[in-house]
């Protein structure tokens, strides 16, 4: 009996690195992860060792290996993925120049942003690079690298990301593939070329750029180093991947224009394919695996919002599921009652300040409806992120549910209803290691396009719909909301003037009694 051939897949995770072995069919036969610490050397910095990475894959790739028999010589190839604005620089001799390097939560460049957005025309620069400025972007961190540690960049040859780190010790190619380039504030969304123009006026040597790649790319071939390292046959061809984002996609389904995705943990990140990046400032723009883009906007208090409720309302003695099953008896519409969900400000566009609360509170109101305003709360503030990305190459036809969110059925049905479209769930929830697979399969023409091959690899375990008495509802109800939302501008600012009052004189009391 004929034993399927095995795809070899990396991820190289904030919290760990994992190795899996996927068969042909896009089953996941086995998976093993080697965790690893987040450095913090000051508030608000976020640093990992590229050594990690590689020590992680070396040992999970030795230990997947050995415990399946027989898997080395019917692997295919290998594939990675992994963290997205991770700022690896590499000398002329592949050593990385700094220890440890920046990730994608790092936020020592927040004030070179602000800078930036005050002395420059962002518009003109969007139409570029196809993204608002924010921290994350790597763009941002070679300029702090320029401004705080020059001899840094004087000793870099080259720029890489997580994935690209671990390519490179698999294969001694140096490059970078156009999803992450998409989301590095660098590349020229046109022509998917480094912006020389745009490295110039961050102040950032151009000629440390990788070249950029197709992610359906060979890069090489495992090299005989590598080979003693992990375990892995040399030779076996290497796919240039994608970032973990834009594999998630793929792998979850969402790879045609009109398909979305809702990925709801903490934050909630709504998605939606298109053919061309969507411009505006409250919106972000990632190039997809088969050429497209993926518009996306973040709320950070999506499942922030049930944990804040949680806590709140109960001191965390209720479950998730009992917090649940209060909100689902109320009626929809929460009679009236609107929860604006942004406890923690907003990410990106002119109310970064705004806050959170409830609105249209009565004397008739119970903890249910407290409980539901918030998932529908959450909801609308997704829809309204949804509707600036629907003004882009087509309509919403469907949206693709992960995250924890996704485990709430009500909040699902909640969500179609508000979205207007249904919600499928993937079985699997390993959605960057399918994506990968599928990645892997079309690169070594094992199927024509990464589409083809995440059609047969994806299965979905249900699909919701929206329910029509709950939609016209909420359509009614999201304008309400929305009005709410800008209106609250003025106060946002005056609540701020009044925080800053009431901290000096808190200050002054304290040091008045001490």
Same mark, same amino acid.
């Given at each position: 009996?004929?034993?399927?051939?095995?795809?070899?897949?990396?991820?190289?995770?904030?919290?760990?690195?994992?190795?899996?072995?996927?068969?042909?069919?896009?089953?996941?036969?086995?998976?093993?992860?080697?965790?690893?610490?987040?450095?913090?050397?000051?508030?608000?910095?976020?640093?990992?060792?590229?050594?990690?990475?590689?020590?992680?894959?070396?040992?999970?790739?030795?230990?997947?290996?050995?415990?399946?028999?027989?898997?080395?010589?019917?692997?295919?190839?290998?594939?990675?993925?992994?963290?997205?604005?991770?700022?690896?620089?590499?000398?002329?001799?592949?050593?990385?120049?700094?220890?440890?390097?920046?990730?994608?939560?790092?936020?020592?460049?927040?004030?070179?942003?602000?800078?930036?957005?005050?002395?420059?025309?962002?518009?003109?620069?969007?139409?570029?690079?196809?993204?608002?400025?924010?921290?994350?972007?790597?763009?941002?961190?070679?300029?702090?690298?320029?401004?705080?540690?020059?001899?840094?960049?004087?000793?870099?040859?080259?720029?890489?990301?997580?994935?690209?780190?671990?390519?490179?010790?698999?294969?001694?190619?140096?490059?970078?593939?156009?999803?992450?380039?998409?989301?590095?504030?660098?590349?020229?969304?046109?022509?998917?070329?480094?912006?020389?123009?745009?490295?110039?006026?961050?102040?950032?040597?151009?000629?440390?750029?990788?070249?950029?790649?197709?992610?359906?790319?060979?890069?090489?071939?495992? !090299?005989? @180093?590598?080979? #003693? $390292?992990?375990?892995?046959? +040399?030779? =076996?061809?290497?796919? /240039?991947? %994608? &970032?973990?984002?834009?594999?998630?996609?793929?792998?979850?389904?969402?790879?045609?224009?009109?398909?979305?995705?809702?990925?709801?943990?903490?934050?909630?990140?709504?998605?939606?394919?298109?053919?061309?990046?969507?411009?505006?400032?409250?919106?972000?723009?990632?190039?997809?695996?088969?050429?497209?883009?993926?518009?996306?906007?973040?709320?950070?208090?999506?499942?922030?919002?049930?944990?804040?409720?949680?806590?709140?309302?109960?001191?965390?003695?209720?479950?998730?599921?009992?917090?649940?099953?209060?909100?689902?008896?109320?009626?929809?519409?929460?009679?009236?009652?609107?929860?604006?969900?942004?406890?923690?400000?907003?990410?990106?566009?002119?109310?970064?300040?705004?806050?959170?609360?409830?609105?249209?509170? !009565?004397? @008739?109101?119970? #903890? $249910?409806?407290?409980?539901? +305003?918030? =998932?529908?709360?959450? /909801?609308? %503030? &997704?829809?309204?992120?949804?509707?600036?990305?629907?003004?882009?190459?087509?309509?919403?036809?469907?949206?693709?549910?992960?995250?924890?969110?996704?485990?709430?059925?009500?909040?699902?049905?909640?969500?179609?209803?508000?979205?207007?479209?249904?919600?499928?769930?993937?079985?699997?929830?390993?959605?960057?290691?399918?994506?990968?697979?599928?990645?892997?399969?079309?690169?070594?023409?094992?199927?024509?396009?990464?589409?083809?091959?995440?059609?047969?690899?994806?299965?979905?375990?249900?699909?919701?719909?929206?329910?029509?008495?709950?939609?016209?509802?909420?359509?009614?109800?999201?304008?309400?909301?929305?009005?709410?939302?800008?209106?609250?501008?003025?106060?946002?600012?005056?609540?701020?003037?009044?925080?800053? !009052?009431?901290?000096?004189?808190?200050?002054?009391?304290?040091?008045?009694?001490?």
């Amino acid at each position: 009996m004929n034993r399927p051939d095995l795809s070899f897949v990396i991820d190289v995770g904030t919290g760990s690195v994992r190795c899996a072995l996927v068969d042909d069919t896009g089953r996941i036969v086995a998976i093993r992860a080697r965790e690893y610490e987040q450095i913090v050397p000051q508030y608000g910095w976020s640093e990992q060792r590229p050594a990690d990475w590689w020590d992680g894959v070396v040992h999970t790739a030795r230990e997947l290996l050995e415990a399946e028999p027989g898997a080395a010589e019917r692997l295919i190839g290998v594939v990675a993925t992994g963290q997205m604005h991770g700022t690896v620089l590499i000398d002329a001799e592949g050593e990385p120049v700094r220890d440890s390097v920046p990730l994608w939560n790092d936020k020592r460049t927040a004030e070179l942003v602000a800078a930036f957005e005050r002395e420059h025309d962002i518009d003109a620069v969007m139409q570029c690079v196809a993204n608002p400025p924010t921290p994350a972007w790597q763009g941002f961190k070679l300029q702090w690298f320029a401004r705080h540690e020059p001899e840094v960049l004087a000793r870099s040859a080259t720029l890489l990301m997580p994935k690209d780190y671990i390519n490179y010790r698999l294969t001694g190619v140096r490059a970078t593939d156009w999803t992450e380039a998409s989301a590095s504030f660098l590349m020229d969304s046109a022509t998917r070329s480094w912006s020389h123009d745009v490295a110039a006026l961050l102040g950032v040597p151009a000629d440390i750029l990788p070249p950029i790649r197709s992610p359906l790319d060979v890069l090489g071939q495992v !090299t005989k @180093e590598a080979a #003693l $390292a992990t375990g892995l046959p +040399a030779g =076996l061809p290497v796919a /240039a991947g %994608a &970032a973990d984002f834009p594999a998630a996609l793929l792998g979850s389904g969402v790879h045609s224009p009109g398909a979305g995705s809702d990925v709801t943990g903490t934050s909630t990140i709504v998605t939606v394919h298109g053919e061309h990046p969507v411009l505006d400032s409250r919106v972000s723009n990632v190039a997809t695996v088969d050429g497209g883009w993926g518009a996306f906007a973040l709320l950070d208090s999506g499942g922030d919002a049930v944990r804040w409720a949680r806590r709140a309302f109960h001191d965390n003695e209720l479950s998730y599921e009992q917090v649940t099953r209060r909100a689902a008896a109320a009626p929809a519409g929460s009679r009236g009652l609107f929860f604006l969900p942004y406890l923690t400000g907003e990410r990106l566009g002119a109310r970064r300040n705004s806050r959170a609360g409830f609105f249209g509170l !009565t004397a @008739e109101h119970g #903890l $249910a409806h407290l409980h539901r +305003a918030i =998932l529908e709360g959450v /909801a609308f %503030a &997704a829809a309204g992120n949804v509707g600036l990305m629907r003004r882009g190459d087509t309509g919403l036809k469907q949206m693709t549910a992960a995250g924890g969110g996704a485990k709430s059925d009500l909040w699902l049905q909640i969500k179609a209803s508000a979205y207007g479209c249904p919600i499928r769930v993937p079985e699997s929830p390993e959605c960057s290691v399918i994506g990968s697979t599928a990645i892997l399969a079309a690169a070594l023409g094992r199927h024509e396009t990464p589409a083809s091959a995440a059609e047969a690899f994806v299965h979905f375990a249900h699909v919701v719909e929206p329910d029509p008495v709950w939609a016209e509802r909420y359509e009614r109800m999201r304008g309400v909301f929305d009005q709410l939302r800008d209106a609250g501008g003025p106060f946002y600012d005056m609540l701020d003037a009044l925080d800053e !009052t009431v901290l000096e004189s808190d200050s002054g009391r304290g040091a008045g009694h001490a």
